[in-house]
């Protein structure tokens, strides 16, 4: 084989929780040059993905199939051939119900290596999350994994209920059932299993959106009827199941069950991410803004060339922080040419990007907005013999410039990063329209301006109908308002903490 050929990672993504991929799957993510993902995936590790890895959506869903599974293999064995490293992300675990072992021999065929990487699968982790044990010493001493998808394929062997329904003292696990499951439970019935033997149907496994109801095997179509559960789902039947009611832990935090949309860039949202998981809240992240460095050479030249002793360094935003240190460090390299600099943020959220580089500013202004940082700074200092280098991206407008070249400063503006429209991984918009949010946060106007950019008119009136819309500031709710929504929760303290913080007052009151 040649060595520019690249190697396959068949790797599993978890259940749900992106929190339950394996580390070694998860370096292998981040490392590959390319990622074939399926609708089950959570969208969280595709998000947060370098912009140089390859996306390519294969998504399936119960009863239709987006791309054939011949066109997947043969994708497969393109990119590999290109030299790239793929990795083929799939729900749960690639060798359970995940044709894991299918693509792989069609890889060996084909000439290209591979790797398995396995996963949590989704009856363990579904089963664990709603205080289920697989296996128990009282209760299970086996567990069997059964699918309830009618196969198409008659060369798939069947499932033998008959046999199952007659074994006892372990659990059965059924996977893609919920259209099945009147068939799968009256042959099971008519075999010989106990009506009455504890059952459960599991929505959503290990999301915070996930839905658990209990109780008979007789009465677990009524379950799926009555409380209108969808696909993905599995069901649960045996004694163990009965430890439910003792072991159920899942389901705590003051934003449980609800599904909040995050529009901030995926490079700087891994934190809030996790912070609203840590609240309960089913993250959908889905940045509609990104950034990326511009590096002005003609500033830099002039920066080392600045001769007036009353020096400021002026930053309004976390990503000027972000860009100008990168830069810094790179231009310059010694951190102590900061000390002739003070320097001016523009808020909370700034300040502490600033404080991770062991920065700390010398103004904040009262009011967090750029108005209010220029009014400010003209009535408290005397700029006539004052160097200001004013970090911006190219969206910032000219309002702090203005005032204090008027003031007498001599502004050298300094661009180091560029803001844009991204476009959605594949199959993410789909997602979104099927399952719409119940608050959107807006962290800053352009997201408001991004949201509206990648949305038809349609499709954004669906998404935002009946979303609580929150706001970071005044600034930002202007925008939004702009776009014809109505702001329902404003920061007081304009910061993503701050942000979250109302958020969960908001669903505390």
């Not at 209108?228 to 649960?236: G, I, S, T």
């Not at 400063?409 to 199959?427: D, L």
């Not at 920061?491 to 109302?502: D, K, M, N, W, Y």
């Amino acid at each position: 084989m040649s060595k520019s050929t690249g190697t396959v990672y068949l790797i599993g993504a978890g259940p749900g929780d992106p929190e339950l991929i394996t580390l070694r799957g998860m370096r292998l993510l981040k490392e590959c040059d390319a990622v074939i993902y399926d609708h089950l995936v959570p969208d969280e590790l595709v998000t947060l993905l370098p912009r140089r890895v390859e996306k390519h959506y294969v998504g399936k869903l119960a009863g239709s199939h987006l791309i054939p599974q011949s066109e997947i293999n043969d994708l497969m064995v393109k990119l590999a051939r290109d030299g790239k490293n793929v990795a083929r992300l799939k729900g749960a675990d690639p060798l359970v119900f995940g044709r894991g072992g299918e693509e792989a021999r069609y890889l060996r065929e084909h000439g290209i290596e591979f790797e398995f990487v396995p996963g949590v699968t989704a009856a363990v982790g579904a089963a664990a999350y709603a205080g289920i044990p697989c296996t128990d010493r009282t209760k299970a001493s086996f567990v069997v994994f059964a699918t309830g998808h009618k196969a198409v394929d008659s060369s798939r062997p069947p499932v033998p209920w008959e046999q199952l329904a007659k074994l006892e003292g372990g659990t059965l696990s059924v996977y893609m059932g919920v259209g099945e499951i009147q068939g799968i439970v009256e042959r099971l019935l008519t075999s010989g299993m106990p009506p009455d033997t504890h059952a459960a149907v599991i929505e959503r496994g290990t999301h915070p959106t996930q839905r658990c109801f209990v109780g008979t095997v007789a009465t677990l179509p009524d379950l799926v009827n009555d409380n209108d559960v969808k696909p993905p789902a599995l069901f649960m039947v045996g004694e163990a199941v009965g430890l439910h009611t003792e072991l159920d832990w899942f389901g705590e935090g003051p934003l449980h069950g609800l599904r909040i949309l995050v529009l901030r860039p995926s490079d700087q949202a891994g934190e809030l991410y996790q912070t609203l998981r840590d609240h309960g809240a089913e993250v959908m992240p889905y940045p509609s803004i990104a950034t990326e460095q511009v590096v002005d050479e003609k500033a830099w030249s002039a920066w080392r060339k600045i001769d007036r002793a009353d020096r400021w360094l002026i930053l309004t935003s976390e990503n000027g922080v972000r860009y100008f240190m990168r830069q810094f460090a790179d231009r310059i390299g010694d951190i102590r040419q900061l000390s002739a600099f003070k320097i001016a943020a523009i808020g909370f959220g700034t300040a502490r990007a600033l404080k991770k580089h062991h920065l700390v500013p010398d103004f904040v202004p009262n009011v967090s907005t750029v108005k209010g940082l220029a009014t400010e700074l003209v009535e408290k200092y005397d700029w006539s013999h004052a160097t200001v280098v004013r970090v911006q991206g190219n969206l910032s407008d000219s309002t702090v410039p203005d005032a204090l070249s008027k003031a007498g400063a001599k502004v050298m503006p300094m661009e180091v990063y560029r803001t844009y429209f991204p476009e959605w991984p594949v199959g993410f918009k789909r997602k979104l329209l099927q399952t719409p949010p119940n608050a959107i946060l807006f962290s800053s106007g352009s997201t408001a301006e991004g949201l509206r950019a990648l949305l038809s008119d349609e499709e954004f009136t669906k998404v935002t109908a009946h979303a609580q819309i929150v706001s970071i500031g005044p600034s930002t709710t202007r925008v939004i308002e702009s776009h014809g929504l109505k702001v329902t929760i404003q920061a007081r303290r304009h910061s993503v903490p701050g942000l979250v913080q109302e958020l969960v007052e908001f669903y505390q009151s």
